[in-house]
């Protein structure tokens, strides 16, 4: 079964950074995109970054381009978020997400597996 399991998130001042960890495991990923994900109180689930396992190859939202790096390293099988320049609109549960293929895909129903997020909070 597929699992994905995101850990690295916490509070900080805003203008600060964390690192988020997606680690996945139970099926070989090198044809699926990878995405993080981001949920508010209130709000519904909303597309922040996403990478192509087998060419690292990235596409972001609009609002988080150049604060927020995607990444993966093939040989832990993990997916990271660094993020950086924080706001405090970036609070959030962050999920870490999976589909095959799919590459330019943004929709929360267009990925089929998903972690069970972590929070980040961003402080004033």
């Known amino acids: 079964q597929v699992q994905l399991v995101e850990s690295g998130g916490g509070l900080v001042q805003a203008g600060g950074s964390l690192r988020l960890s997606c680690a996945a495991s139970?099926?070989?990923?090198?044809?699926?995109?990878m995405a993080w994900f981001r949920q508010a109180p209130g709000k519904e689930r909303e597309f922040v970054a996403a990478i192509r396992w087998s060419t690292g190859t990235t596409y972001y939202y609009e609002s988080v381009k150049g604060r927020f790096t995607i990444s993966r390293d093939n040989a832990k099988n993990t997916v990271y978020l660094q993020m950086n320049s924080l706001k405090p609109e970036d609070t959030a549960v962050y999920y870490c997400?999976?589909?095959?293929?799919?590459?330019?895909?943004?929709?929360?129903?267009?990925?089929?597996?998903w972690g069970q997020g972590t929070q980040v909070t961003v402080s004033s």
């Open positions: 997400a999976a589909r095959f293929g799919g590459w330019g895909a943004t929709k929360v129903d267009d990925f089929g597996y």
């Open positions: 139970g099926r070989t990923f090198s044809r699926y995109t």
